[in-house]
């Protein structure tokens, strides 16, 4: 017998070896569970259970196609009229390429205010685009705007920004921080899609494109 038959032999034994012993490991576990008191096995079965260890988690669950816009948090601000509201996009150029970053909304009269128009990022730069948004002296307490933000640079991605009049100013200052990465994996769900977005809607949205 060759050393490479040998070799696989004793490969193949070893593994049967450990196959035999996970399945006695199981065997034993299935004894001591069935000698348990029923209280003891209600715990278990709660905890294994829909709110178990992992609530809410769902593994079957399939992320959004990569050609589909990557959604930032959510950020509400809160001021008096007259305030101005401020988000600092912290943006990180993690690729190394020179990358050119543009911040922009599609909220119709926004009344926004840029920093700066955009920024070209070298590799591995990070840079700051900073939004503000005055409060208009005449807004009604309690009135609140959703103002929808988008930032384009190696990805797409979008914000809803909430500004909320109130009779005290608070939380008017937001830093979001954007790692704009490629993304090189061939991820098990990109099987699951057909490359074909509603290419007419995307073509509706200024600045999107291009």
């Given at each position: 017998?060759?050393?490479?038959?040998?070799?696989?032999?004793?490969?193949?034994?070893?593994?049967?070896?450990?196959?035999?012993?996970?399945?006695?490991?199981?065997?034993?576990i299935?004894d001591?569970?069935?000698?348990?008191?029923?209280?003891l096995?209600?715990?278990?079965?709660?905890?294994?259970?829909?709110?178990?260890?992992?609530p809410?988690?769902?593994?079957?669950?399939?992320?959004?196609?990569?050609?589909?816009?990557?959604?930032?948090?959510?950020?509400?601000s809160?001021?008096?009229?007259?305030d101005?509201?401020?988000?600092?996009?912290?943006?990180?150029n993690?690729?190394?390429?020179?990358?050119?970053?543009?911040?922009?909304?599609?909220?119709?009269?926004?009344?926004?205010?840029?920093?700066?128009?955009?920024?070209?990022?070298?590799?591995?730069?990070?840079?700051?685009?900073?939004v503000?948004?005055?409060?208009?002296?005449?807004?009604?307490?309690?009135?609140?705007?959703?103002l929808?933000?988008?930032?384009?640079?190696?990805r797409?991605?979008?914000?809803?920004?909430?500004?909320?009049?109130?009779?005290?100013?608070?939380?008017?200052f937001?830093?979001?921080?954007?790692?704009?990465?490629?993304d090189?994996?061939h991820?098990?769900?990109?099987?699951?899609?057909?490359?074909?977005?509603?290419?007419?809607?995307?073509?509706?949205?200024?600045?999107?494109?291009?």
């Amino acid at each position: 017998m060759s050393s490479g038959s040998a070799a696989l032999i004793a490969s193949l034994q070893a593994f049967a070896k450990l196959v035999e012993q996970s399945a006695q490991l199981g065997v034993d576990i299935l004894d001591s569970l069935a000698g348990s008191p029923p209280q003891l096995l209600n715990s278990i079965t709660k905890l294994i259970g829909k709110e178990g260890l992992l609530p809410g988690c769902n593994p079957c669950e399939i992320p959004a196609p990569c050609w589909m816009p990557r959604p930032l948090c959510d950020v509400t601000s809160i001021g008096r009229p007259g305030d101005t509201a401020t988000l600092a996009f912290d943006i990180t150029n993690c690729s190394i390429a020179l990358r050119k970053v543009v911040v922009f909304t599609t909220t119709k009269n926004a009344g926004l205010t840029f920093s700066v128009a955009e920024l070209d990022l070298t590799a591995m730069e990070r840079g700051e685009i900073l939004v503000s948004h005055l409060i208009p002296t005449g807004s009604v307490i309690g009135s609140k705007r959703e103002l929808l933000m988008w930032v384009r640079g190696c990805r797409l991605y979008f914000l809803r920004w909430t500004v909320v009049v109130a009779a005290i100013g608070a939380n008017s200052f937001y830093e979001v921080d954007v790692r704009d990465c490629p993304d090189p994996i061939h991820h098990w769900y990109d099987h699951f899609y057909c490359p074909r977005p509603c290419l007419e809607d995307r073509g509706n949205l200024p600045g999107i494109r291009g």
